[in-house]
């Protein structure tokens, strides 16, 4: 679960850590009410999408598709400057390198307190899964480009891998403070964010913090000038808190949906839709998919005990994408029965009056009963034996290549 900037930038302050003052707005009036209050003369505002690269991005016409302006982060030097960019930025489609070329509506504004930057940085926090343990990633190539830095000159990156019985050590600290080259009072900040940065990573159960940028500003303090937090979908159920701060406008809507259903869906580029029980079993199908010419439209797990109620939604999940052409159904019978999921295929072929071609492959408990309801049902269903020959014949039918 990923959240915005100004909530990872509320959470950071409650955690001790030092940010700029800011104010989370959703309205132009809200945003000019934030500069008054900030008391500055320099605020940025900010964009709030679940994207990176806002500040390179472009803002687009929602209705035409007409460029409004250029980059979702603007630094404002007066009032008019706020106004000009909360009209511009809010209500407004934010498109970067991170959402695709269908951007994100920009909903909500961040004005933030502006500070006098001595030099940008690169932080982030994240699970190495290959080592199993948190690995800190800094760099003294910070701002929008570090994508380019870590294509072009993967040195400047350090890394430092923590054990997390053991927290990050003082040593760990300020070995990359000093790999970032920071002197006198900059070390020491620096090492007290990072130590505290580390205990909210794991106190949260976070995946990922990244700090883009992390900045030494005149007077050596240390200041983290971005929050990008995201969270294990598993482990919020430790968090009601960070729960509530979930924003279901920023995710895809038949993935929120699928959620709700107890399904695992991820919605995809291709156009034969996938309906399978088991992570596994799902990224083997789509594997298959592939290695005959096709292309998967979906990652879509009905658990190992759904019910024809769940396969109906998950059927009707997988046709709200216009590209599908086609379904290939493939099923493990091991805790979940074939036949009863055959039941599942034939209700919701009957109830959303499927016409797109549908291939079933059944295996395991109860799959004769199973494979024998589909060709007694009447409708145009295709059965198959085995996993290469559905994907075979799914791919077949939709055409051959997407």
């Known amino acids: 679960m990923n959240i915005h900037e100004y909530q990872g930038k509320q959470l950071f302050r409650d955690a001790g850590l030092s940010v700029q003052d800011g104010v989370h707005c959703t309205t132009v009036e809200q945003a000019l009410a934030a500069y008054d209050a900030l008391g500055g003369d320099v605020v940025a505002v900010k964009s709030q999408i679940h994207a990176g690269g806002r500040g390179k991005g472009s803002l687009h016409n929602p209705e035409n598709g007409e460029l409004v302006m250029q980059g979702g982060v603007k630094i404002a030097f007066n009032r008019q400057d706020v106004e ?6 809010l209500g407004n489609i934010l498109v970067t390198k991170q959402t695709g070329a269908g951007g994100k509506l920009v909903n909500n504004l961040y004005v933030e307190g502006g500070c006098k930057i001595a030099h940008e940085y690169y932080l982030a926090i994240l699970i190495d899964r290959e080592e199993k343990m948190p690995l800190i990633m800094a760099s003294c190539e910070g701002g929008m480009d570090i994508e380019e830095v ?3 000159t993967p040195e400047a990156i350090f890394k430092v891998h923590v054990d997390p019985s053991d927290g990050l050590l003082p040593e760990q600290a300020e070995g990359l403070a000093d790999s970032l080259e920071l002197e006198g009072a900059a070390i020491d900040s620096f090492v007290e964010n990072i130590t505290g940065l580390f205990n909210f990573f794991v106190s949260n159960d976070c995946s990922m913090v990244e700090i883009n940028p992390m900045v030494r500003t005149e007077d050596n303090r240390i200041v983290l000038l971005d929050a990008k937090v995201g969270f294990d979908d598993n482990a919020l159920f430790r968090h009601p808190e960070i729960v509530e701060l979930r924003d279901l406008s920023e995710e895809e809507p038949t993935e929120v949906r699928a959620k709700a259903a107890g399904l695992s869906y991820v919605k995809l580029d291709g156009n034969i839709g996938c309906l399978v029980n088991g992570a596994g079993l799902a990224m083997a199908t789509m594997d298959v998919i592939k290695l005959y010419g096709g292309e998967p439209a979906n990652f879509l797990d009905v658990g190992g005990g759904a019910n024809e109620e769940q396969v109906t939604t998950a059927f009707g999940i997988i046709m709200e ?10 099923i493990f019978g091991g805790i979940m029965r074939c036949d009863i999921i055959a039941r599942g295929v034939i209700a919701a072929t009957q109830a959303l009056a499927l016409e797109d071609p549908l ?5 395991g408990t109860n799959f004769e009963e199973g494979r024998r309801i589909l060709s007694e049902s009447g409708l145009n269903i295709h059965t198959a034996e085995t996993l290469a020959e559905g994907a075979q014949k799914i791919v077949e039918l939709v055409g051959g290549e997407s």
């Open 84 to 89: 000009n960019y909360a009209q511009n930025i």
């Open 150 to 152: 870590a294509e072009k």
């Open 321 to 330: 994408d216009p590209n599908v052409k086609g379904i290939l159904v493939n």
């Open 359 to 363: 291939v079933v492959r059944l295996v």
